[in-house]
Each structure stands twice: as structure tokens, then as C-alpha cells.
């Protein structure tokens, strides 16, 4: 695709006169330039790990990496032709920008035929996957490895003490870890996940072994500790090793541009959607008796109490016999047009309100009610450092399925983890994320 993106950037300047007019010698001139493109091309994409075998981030991330990574393999070639090929001529600008404009799609298109080639092989030969674990951990990581095919796994069962035997969603338990070994043999599994957050350092050396005598890959999912310092780096004090807690907080430049990106696209989104807002506050009026905007309040940013906004979805005396509690699917107190908007997420839509006036963020942990907040507290490590930004409407927990009555621990980890790893690119992805499992339907939303 490279070899492709460069000969029709040759045509292109042939037929285009920017940026002046150029006559160009024939093809086989610029053979040796084709010849340092590929080459920065294959070292480029190399030093980006973009020819693993297993691609594991999400298709933005991918596109990220392939945008970057051309840009800097077109660099690479235009310096090394400049050094090796220079001949008393000029570079052609206008190639090399051409180039590089069509080197990305060509290169995503021809990712994305590989990957339905993939797709294919691994659909007749897919890896096979153990669990270690039933929990919420595992359960999180079967939801992925069933909404992505792409991966190429197949789930072959579950390894659990406490319930060899069962079966859990559709899976058999099939031994325990003493059995780990044995069942690694016998169901010729290739890959192993251990999701047991509770087990010692023991019990992980142990598995680890048993995995690694039957040539099984082994992964395992963070435990406790990501809560309780996972943004660390090393350091030593006069060769002791020790781990340092890096301070993450969004301050300075970061901040006004993640409030820059706020300003900008809530006042776009509010003008766009505006006749979609005064449809639906005209359907709930039809629907039911009661105002057409809900005001709850939440916990925000530093821990202050706010007035989360939404269009109203449940009766006025929804709480009145229960008390705070989460809705739950077929919740009855919901309404018809209330029902429809929880199951699309549009009724969260009145939150870009809240983002104007700098009360939520688009992007950030989801805010709780206080009595919630409260009960977290008090069990959870580090869980009011999820305050030490802004709320958001949509956060790195709600795209990858953590939204709901879903467990709070997996939420923190994986808020602490965006407030630890924060970027405007990081933000983009998980606003096109969101539009995407909207769009493809969530099934965590009522």
C-alpha cells in the first residue's frame, strides 16, 4: 500500500501543478526513492509494533498509530533521499506531501483487508481460552472477547475452587486450580487469563508454572493494587528499588484544553441537536404528567455536590416507596417515552447543559449520588480520588461496559486509569466510542 500511495502521489503531481507547475521524468527515476519510501516504511511501522500478530487496541487506536507512524516513516524517506539520492535536483515537494495524504487510507484499507482475512482463518482456527476466576473481572473480559471476533478467541470454559462443576454464562467450570495443569492439557488451550484480583503471590507463581510447563500463554488481570497505586514509576534510593506514586492531576495547558474541547463541542451539539431536544421535552409532556427536565444531585468535581440534569424518564413519585435505588432493565417505573430514552442514552443529553456551565466535562468518571458515594467510600480504596477531576458524561468505564447497577470496583479501576493516562486524543476516542455503541445499540443502557 505504501509502493501504491507513492506511485499515484507520482501520478497525481503529473496531473496537479501544486504547489507550481513540474515536469516530472519518468517512473523509473524514482525507483531508488520507492525503494527508501518501503524501507522507512517496513522500519517505521516496526518500531510502532504495528506487524504484531495480534493487534489488542481498539480500531482509533489503530488509526492513531497508522497516522502517526506514516507521518514519520515520510519523513524518514525524505531525509534519507536527500542524503543518498541527492543529484543536483530538487525534491519534489508535491510528491512527498501527496504521498503521505494517501499512505493512511491506503495503508488503513489494506489493514482492513488483512484483517478480514484474519478473520476468516481464525474463524476455522481460533485460539483456545481458559478463565481462571467466575467474578466480575472475568465477566468484563467475556463480554469483550464476545463483542470482538476479531480477536480470534474461543472460550473454552472456566477454572473456579468454589464452583467446579457448574456453569456459568453457558461455560462449564472445569476444574479448580489444582486441576489448572490437567485441563490446559486436555482441552489444548492456548491462552490463559487469571482473573482472581483476592489470590496471594503464591497461588499466581503457581498457576504461572502449571500454564508454562503446557506452553500456554499467560496473562493476568490487575488485582488490588492498581487501586491502590497504579500509576507508579521506579526509582531507587542508593540502589534500593522503590515505586514512586506520580502526581496526574490535570493542571495548567491540559486543563484549559480539555475545557476548550468542552466549550466547543457542547455549544456545537446544543445548536445541532436542538430540534431533537424540543422533540423529546414535547413527547415526555405528551407522555405523562410531571416537568420535562430532572435535576439529581451528584457528587463533582472535589468531592462538591451538584445538579446533574436530564430529561425525565420515570414517574414524579418514582423513589417515593423505594428510596435511592438503581434502575434496573424493564425497571417499572419508567415511562413509554422514558423507557425509550434510557435505552438510547438520550437522556442524558441535557448534561451538555452541565458541561457549559463547568459543573461536568464531556469525558470523565460518571458522577454518583451522594448516598452512593458514601457507601463507596468507605469500602473502596482510592475511590474519591475518581473527584479529583470532573464529572463526565461519558467516561473509559462506560465504553467498555461498565455503566449501571455494574461493579463499582472494575468502574474505579477503570476511571482512575483515565484520569492517570488523560490525553485529548484519549478524550476523542472515547467520544467516538460512545457514538458507536450507541449507534450499534448498548446493551448496559435502561
Known amino acids: ?137 472475568v465477566r468484563i473480559l467475556l463480554q469483550k472477547v464476545s463483542q470482538s471476533p476479531q480477536l480470534g478467541y474461543e472460550v473454552v470454559g472456566f477454572v473456579d475452587d468454589q464452583r467446579a462443576g457448574e456453569r456459568v454464562a453457558g461455560l462449564p467450570v472445569l476444574g479448580s486450580q489444582s486441576d489448572l495443569a490437567s485441563i490446559v492439557h486436555e482441552y489444548d488451550v492456548q491462552e490463559v487469563v487469571i482473573a482472581l484480583p483476592d489470590a496471594s503471590h503464591e497461588e499466581l507463581l503457581d498457576m504461572i508454572a502449571d500454564c508454562e510447563s503446557e506452553r500456554a500463554t499467560v496473562r493476568i488481570f490487575p488485582d488490588v493494587f492498581q487501586i491502590i497505586a497504579s500509576e507508579v514509576r521506579m526509582s531507587d534510593m542508593d540502589g534500593l528499588p522503590l515505586l514512586t506514586v506520580r502526581d496526574v492531576a490535570l493542571r495548567g495547558w491540559k486543563l484549559a484544553a480539555k475545557r476548550a474541547l468542552d466549550l466547543v463541542v457542547s455549544v456545537g451539539a446544543l445548536v445541532f441537536l436542538s430540534p431533537l431536544l424540543l422533540l423529546i421535552a414535547l413527547l415526555i409532556k405528551l407522555d405523562s404528567k410531571g416537568p420535562v427536565f430532572y435535576a439529581q444531585k451528584r457528587v463533582g468535581l472535589d468531592g462538591k455536590p451538584f445538579y446533574m440534569l436530564k430529561f425525565r424518564s420515570m414517574r414524579e413519585d418514582a423513589e417515593e416507596e423505594t428510596g435511592p435505588v438503581w434502575a434496573r432493565a424493564d425497571d417499572p417505573r419508567c415511562t ?98 460512545t457514538i458507536v455503541n450507541q449507534l450499534r445499540g448498548d446493551r448496559n443502557a435502561y
Request: hydrophobic content about 50%.
Open 1 to 137: 500500500m505504501a509502493a501504491l500511495a507513492f506511485y499515484i502521489a507520482y501520478r497525481v503531481r503529473i496531473l496537479v501543478p501544486f504547489p507550481v507547475l513540474l515536469r516530472l521524468g519518468p517512473f523509473s527515476n524514482y525507483i531508488g526513492e520507492l525503494i527508501l519510501q518501503l524501507a522507512s516504511f517496513l522500519a517505521t511501522f516496526s518500531l510502532f509494533g504495528l506487524y504484531r500478530l495480534r493487534w489488542e487496541g481498539s480500531r482509533i487506536d489503530l488509526f492513531y498509530t497508522v497516522l502517526a507512524a506514516t507521518f514519520v516513516a515520510t519523513l524518514m524517506a525524505t531525509a534519507l533521499t536527500y542524503l543518498i539520492l541527492f543529484q543536483d535536483r530538487d525534491l519534489a515537494r508535491g510528491m512527498i506531501l501527496y504521498s503521505w495524504a494517501f499512505s493512511t487510507p491506503l495503508v488503513l484499507v489494506g489493514r482492513a483487508l488483512t484483517g478480514l482475512l484474519k478473520r476468516y482463518v481464525r474463524r476455522w482456527h481460533p485460539e483456545r481460552l481458559l478463565f481462571v476466576g467466575t467474578g466480575d473481572a
Open 336 to 433: 413509554r417515552v422514558g423507557r425509550i430514552l434510557r435505552k438510547t442514552s438520550l437522556d442524558e443529553l441535557p448534561q451538555l447543559i452541565n458541561v457549559l456551565m463547568g459543573e461536568m466535562s464531556l469525558v470523565g468518571p460518571r458522577p454518583e449520588r451522594p448516598v452512593f458515594v458514601e457507601q463507596f467510600r468507605q469500602v473502596l480504596p482510592r475511590y474519591m480520588e475518581r473527584h479529583n477531576e470532573k464529572a463526565g458524561i461519558t467516561g473509559w468505564a462506560q465504553v467498555n461496559g461498565l455503566r449501571g447497577d455494574t461493579s463499582i470496583v472494575e468502574r474505579t479501576k477503570y476511571d482512575l486509569y483515565y484520569i492517570e493516562n488523560w490525553s485529548l486524543l484519549f478524550d476523542l476516542k472515547i467520544i467516538v466510542r
